[in-house]
C-alpha cells in the first residue's frame, strides 16, 4: 500500500495529464479525420466504375493519393510533415504539434473504411432512391449513409485504436501523452512501474474504446 501511496504522490500528476493529452490527441485528430475520411469515401463510391457518377480519372487518381497516404509509416509521415505542422499550429510537439500528422495518417485510413461500407449498402435501397427521382447528393444523405451507418460506426474503434497507437509513436518525439510518459520515464528513467502502468492504460482504453463502440453500433442498427 505503501508504494502504491509513493507512486501516486510521485507521478499521479503527471499519468493524469497524460491520459487527458492522449484523449484529446484521439478524439479530435479522429473527428477531424472523419469529416475528411467521410467525404472523400463517399467520392470514391460515388465515381467507381458501375456507381452513381463514375469518373475513372477522378477515381484512379484519389485512389492513388489515398493508398500513398496509407503506405506512409506514421513515424515517417510524423518527421516529413513538421514544416508544414509548425505552419499550421506553430509548433510540432505536445497536443497541437501531433494532431495535424494524426490527421493525415488516419483520414485515408477513414475514406477506405467509408467506401467499404457504403459498398455493402444492398443495391435495393440505392434503387429504390433512384426510381423516386432522387439526385445524387439525395441518394448519399437518404439511402446509402443512413444504411451504412452502423458498419462506419464499428470502423470508428479500428480508427480510434489505430490512432491511440500513433499517439503513443509521438511519444517519441514529445508529442505528450501517455507514450510520451512511457518513453521518457519507463524507458530512459528505468522506473517499470511507470512503464507497467502506462500499458495497462492504453489496454483499459483499447477495451472502453471497443466496447462502447459495440454498444452503439448495435443500437444504431435497424437490422439488429
Not at 499550421?88 to 483520414?107: E, H, N
Not at 444523405?141 to 489505430?162: D, F, M
Request: aromatic share 6%; proline share 4%.
Amino acid at each position: 500500500m505503501t508504494n502504491i501511496s509513493e507512486f501516486f504522490a510521485s507521478f499521479g500528476g503527471l499519468i493524469g495529464q497524460g491520459i487527458i493529452d492522449t484523449l484529446l490527441m484521439l478524439f479530435i485528430s479522429t473527428a477531424l479525420a472523419y469529416v475528411i475520411g467521410l467525404f472523400l469515401g463517399v467520392v470514391l463510391y460515388v465515381t467507381a466504375s458501375g456507381s452513381l457518377r463514375p469518373h475513372r480519372i477522378l477515381n484512379a487518381v484519389l485512389g492513388w493519393v489515398i493508398n500513398m497516404g496509407r503506405s506512409i509509416p506514421f513515424i515517417i509521415l510524423l518527421v516529413a510533415v513538421m514544416p508544414t505542422t509548425r505552419a499550421l499550429v506553430g509548433t510540432t510537439t505536445g497536443v497541437r504539434g501531433v494532431i495535424p500528422p494524426l490527421v493525415l495518417s488516419t483520414a485515408p485510413f477513414v475514406a477506405r473504411m467509408v467506401q467499404q461500407s457504403l459498398a455493402e449498402v444492398p443495391h435495393e435501397s440505392i434503387e429504390a432512391a433512384i426510381s423516386c427521382g432522387a439526385t445524387v447528393p439525395r441518394i448519399v444523405k437518404s439511402a446509402l449513409l443512413p444504411e451504412a451507418l452502423p458498419s462506419i460506426v464499428r470502423g470508428i474503434s479500428i480508427t480510434l485504436i489505430t490512432a491511440l497507437g500513433y499517439t503513443a509513436i509521438a511519444g517519441a518525439v514529445g508529442a505528450g501523452g501517455l507514450g510520451d510518459i512511457a518513453i521518457r520515464y519507463g524507458y530512459y528513467r528505468y522506473e517499470d512501474s511507470v512503464m507497467i502502468v502506462t500499458v495497462i492504460l492504453m489496454i483499459i482504453l483499447v477495451q472502453v474504446i471497443q466496447s462502447v463502440d459495440d454498444a452503439l453500433a448495435k443500437r444504431i442498427d435497424h437490422r439488429a
